[in-house]
């Protein structure tokens, strides 16, 4: 490959990255639309392009936006949130993951698809992202109460719960190896993090050398990666629990701005635009026959599952409502899901780009709709009651982080 081409396309994807997703922005759009279009865009293109956004080095930089994009999402979950998310919470996170799932892989069967792929559907609809809730509570004055201390518990628990699923579903091997191989893994891993993990870490801060404590996070991120592949799981799984243990045993605020700052700065726009290189327009007119019905299920399915939790935890109907709708937005996981399905070969040819479309058109619309929808739903209890003062924090934070 030409070292001119190369660098000159990472240059071009980048600028097209930033510049794509600052207009999304404020188009009031998702900047990760932007970025994969930047992607779409430039795959087009006649000349050099299109072979180095296709080629085995550009993958490998995507591979590792990939993992970084999952190490964030680690690093926004917090295991103090989770033991003091109350029993609410506790339901509509188990309920947000259940349905959704459920509703996929029926809706999947429906549609011609084989058992593995009718898995990794259902594991597509279950992730939630509530950056966009987070913003339409902080404007209705709506955080300090019991909706919103049920949805910051209940979005923190679905992360987990979710990933705990993808790395089943998207694990190589038999159900029993895959199964085997998690409890192995995370048995593992969650002694290393929370035993030995400080205690290196302190000796590594003894390296005075330039970002000691930054490359620790890589090694760290791409070594649980490595083992949770090695295991039968999907290496994202690897990448989460590193992030989790990165927040909770060395979550210093200046070592977090530079792992933000590697990973959005540069490995995870790469990984969208790489995604929008590899998106065929033309396999996606599938979406008319097939579409509608998957996008119905994942919607209906994340918002019954996580209203019927809430009532189950004793919320009047009109806040089960409220959280039922607070739960819809989906962002990168999602992404992330058919990306790796699509690696793993689960998603082949016109599936591929048929997945893509629908994760795409479910992250854009339950981000436009869940804010006219929540507001609707606010007018219905005018009277606000205040809840839980910690709500406050954890909600701003995951919005900031988001």
Not at 288 to 313: E, I, N, T
Request: include cysteine; glycine fraction near 12%; aromatic fraction near 6%.
């Amino acid at each position: 490959m030409n070292p001119a081409a190369f660098l000159g396309t990472l240059a071009l994807a980048l600028a097209a990255a930033k510049v794509l997703g600052q207009a999304f922005d404020r188009l009031k759009l998702p900047p990760i639309l932007g970025q994969i279009l930047a992607g779409v865009l430039l795959a087009s293109l006649p000349g050099f392009m299109r072979p180095v956004l296709h080629s085995e080095g550009f993958g490998a930089l995507s591979d590792l936006g990939l993992i970084f994009l999952l190490l964030i999402t680690g690093t926004e979950s917090s295991l103090r949130d989770i033991r003091r998310a109350g029993g609410p919470s506790v339901l509509v996170a188990l309920g947000g993951v259940t349905i959704p799932f459920f509703l996929g892989l029926v809706a999947a069967r429906w549609a011609g698809f084989d058992l593995a792929q009718a898995l990794a559907t259902g594991a597509l609809f279950t992730p939630t992202s509530i950056g966009i809730t987070a913003v339409t509570l902080l404007e209705a004055g709506r955080i300090r109460t019991q909706v919103g201390a049920t949805l910051v518990g209940a979005a923190i628990l679905d992360d987990v719960i979710a990933l705990c699923l993808l790395a089943v579903v998207l694990g190589t091997g038999s159900p029993q190896q895959v199964l085997f191989g998690a409890v192995v893994y995370f048995a593992l891993t969650g002694v290393f993090v929370w035993k030995a993990l400080p205690l290196v870490y302190r000796s590594f801060r003894r390296i005075h050398l330039p970002e000691a404590p930054l490359t620790f996070v890589v090694i760290v991120a791409l070594g649980l990666a490595a083992l949770a592949e090695t295991a039968g799981l999907a290496g994202i799984t690897g990448a989460f629990v590193a992030g989790l243990a990165v927040r909770e045993t060395m979550g210093e605020e200046k070592l977090m701005d530079r792992v933000h700052a590697v990973a959005y700065g540069v490995f995870i726009p790469l990984f969208f635009v790489g995604l929008g290189a590899d998106l065929d327009l033309g396999g996606l007119g599938g979406l008319g026959r097939v579409g509608p019905v998957l996008l119905a299920a994942s919607f209906l399915g994340k918002f019954l599952g996580s209203a019927a939790g809430a009532l189950a935890g004793r919320l009047r109907p009109v806040r089960a409502l409220q959280v039922g709708i607070g739960m819809l937005p989906r962002m990168e996981v999602s992404l992330v899901v058919v990306a790796v399905a699509v690696r793993q070969g689960i998603f082949a040819g016109p599936h591929a780009d048929l997945m893509t479309g629908v994760a795409l058109l479910n992250m854009a619309l339950s981000l436009l709709a869940t804010p006219v929808l929540l507001r609707l739903a606010f007018g219905l209890e005018p009277a606000v009651e205040p809840h839980h003062p910690h709500t406050e924090g954890g909600l701003a934070q995951r919005h900031n982080d988001a």
